[in-house]
């Protein structure tokens, strides 16, 4: 048999000599014969479950992997990741493991990878924090290393024949308490939102953090957007499975791709296509993992020169399967490219640059990917504000908002829990012009900093998005829209000035000059904060517990330190 032209390999430490004559034992326990175990190792980290709708077909998608592996000369071996599916975990006590699983995928991976020594890892995950999760291990463990996700489920289609989607769902239920929606109405929805398996339907967390690993270089095209039924989405597992081989090869690894030009040239995509607010936690953590430093202040400065060219769901009514019609993530990197906007002279996991990446690519529907001299808007999907309500930053998705909200000013509406701000929605509770304020939901306080997205919906689906803003130091949906704005830093729980409102305090937004002011004098907050006592832990044991204790501010990622 001929050999992997790479003698070097890393599984020789656990298969090679007469001293790992042990291991190699082991490794025929598992049913390998001498060709196989010769051959380069590859782990396939399946996210594989019944529960998550986003990862329900991948089997499917790792058995294309593998057969790819196999054609190009390599033995995969499998083994698992979790994943949380956020829609199902919203709401409830559920929620607050959705970020925090995070951390867990990030080192059960690293575990797996060094106690095995594989020679490469290809990663297929698809929902929210399973994505970055698994890139934080790639930087972390720095082997060469690909992904191809599960892929975006296609959008749903009401009994009128409307197009619609998981964030509309949400909506229907604010609707229906508003008495807009009766209980057929929601049925509607309820049965046809989610029509196939694969991530949500618009541009959520999971579809960004799929796109940009596309952008960052970590993935083949297609990866964020060929639909999760689609044929197209075997044929890219298995090229991912053969492209593994090459990077192994020619030992290329992820700190050679995840690079601080890389990260810009992600965050300039991020702006370009409308994405979660959601990247401007993972984005900083797979950068620390890569040894890189994100300043999320820097986002900012690339807005404001990165158009706004794409307005899916929830900023508008098209979906990802119409974004990859369209041409997809290189078509729109293609579009940042005329202008400079990105970096083309980057090495990727394709085993080629940027440029070269893209070089074919075409806007295919400019409905859909508007061209670069016709944008949304000049600026881009994602704003970072400040002011003495959040000395470190909070983040909105400016191309959620409506024009009418990017300047607002109104009272306080102060909650200390997302049930209580819920439940005072549902009653109708909330006026024109209140700007609620959900405290204590932060990755201390929460712990876990639980999505918005139940509140957020509801005051969409009451009508009250245009004159209601929602403030917290917890974080949304990406499929949140509206002035709602997450990440407040400092969080309540470490005594950060959104623990010093007051109800009816004067909250003053603007989304365009990036900033956020309360009202209050420094006198009168130091008054508070003279009194301010820090709450009790909701959570005392177990890991929520121990994640508190170590987890840092959103501004910094909410990374483990």
């Not at 970590?218 to 964020?224: E, H, R, S, T």
């Not at 974004?323 to 579009?335: H, I, Q, S």
């Not at 009508?463 to 509206?482: E, N, P, Q, W, Y």
Request: proline share 5%.
């Amino acid at each position: 048999m001929t050999k992997f032209p790479n003698s070097n390999l890393r599984s020789n430490n656990i298969k090679s000599g007469v001293d790992r004559a042990p291991n190699l034992s082991l490794l025929y326990a598992l049913g390998f014969t001498r060709e196989e175990i010769e051959r380069p190792i590859i782990g396939v980290v399946n996210s594989f479950s019944e529960i998550v709708p986003g990862h329900m077909h991948l089997d499917k998608i790792t058995e294309a992997v593998k057969a790819g592996i196999r054609a190009a000369g390599g033995t995969p071996i499998e083994f698992p990741a979790i994943a949380v599916c956020d829609g199902i975990a919203m709401g409830h006590t559920g929620m607050k493991y959705s970020l925090v699983s995070r951390d867990l995928i990030a080192d059960s991976t690293e575990a797996m990878a060094m106690a095995h020594q594989f020679d490469g890892l290809v990663m297929i995950p698809n929902c929210d924090k399973n994505v970055p999760g698994l890139l934080m291990a790639a930087a972390r463990v720095n082997i060469p290393a690909i992904f191809c996700a599960g892929g975006p489920m296609l959008a749903g289609h009401l009994k009128d024949g409307r197009r619609t989607c998981l964030s509309h769902m949400f909506e229907a239920v604010g609707a229906y308490h508003a008495g807009k929606l009766d209980e057929a109405g929601v049925n509607d929805y309820t049965e046809n939102a989610c029509p196939s398996c694969g991530s949500c339907s618009g541009m959520y967390t999971a579809n960004s953090m799929n796109c940009l690993t596309e952008a960052i270089g970590m993935a083949l095209k297609g990866n964020g957007t060929i639909p999760a039924p689609y044929s197209a989405r075997i044929r890219l597992a298995k090229l991912t499975g053969m492209k593994i081989m090459e990077l192994v090869e020619k030992n290329i690894r992820p700190r050679d791709i995840l690079t601080e030009k890389a990260f810009k040239n992600a965050e300039a995509v991020d702006m370009a296509l409308g994405c979660s607010t959601n990247t401007m936690l993972h984005i900083p953590a797979i950068a620390n993992e890569a040894g890189v430093k994100i300043n999320l202040a820097d986002a900012n400065e690339i807005s404001s020169r990165t158009p706004n060219l794409c307005h899916l769901a929830p900023a508008g009514d098209t979906f990802m399967e119409d974004l990859d019609r369209a041409g997809g993530v290189y078509a729109v990197m293609k579009e940042l490219a005329k202008k400079n906007l990105i970096d083309t002279s980057l090495i990727t996991a394709t085993g080629k640059t940027v440029g070269e990446n893209i070089a074919d690519s075409e806007n295919l529907d400019p409905e859909i990917i508007r061209p670069i001299e016709n944008p949304y808007s000049k600026t881009g999907g994602i704003a970072v504000l400040k002011g003495n309500l959040a000395p470190d930053g909070c983040v909105v998705k400016r191309s959620a908002v409506d024009a009418s909200m990017m300047k607002h000013e109104g009272r306080a509406r102060v909650f200390d829990s997302e049930d209580d701000a819920i439940a005072a929605i549902y009653a109708q509770k909330i006026n024109p012009g209140d700007v609620v304020v959900i405290r204590y939901e932060g990755p201390k306080g929460g712990p876990g900093m639980r999505e918005m997205l139940n509140p957020t919906s509801a005051i969409c689906g009451m009508g009250l998005d245009k004159s209601v803003a929602l403030i917290t130091d917890g974080r949304f949906s990406g499929a949140t829209r509206g002035a709602s704005i997450g990440h407040v830093s400092p969080e309540a729980a470490s005594g950060g000035n959104i623990a010093l409102v007051h109800e009816g305090d004067l909250i003053s937004i603007d989304i365009d000059a990036c900033k956020i002011e309360l009202k209050v004098s420094d006198e009168e907050l130091s008054k508070r904060r003279a009194i301010w006592k820090a709450p009790e832990p909701k959570i005392k044991t177990g890991y929520l517990a121990r994640y508190a204790r170590f987890v840092s501010s959103a501004d910094k990622g909410a990374i483990l330190e």
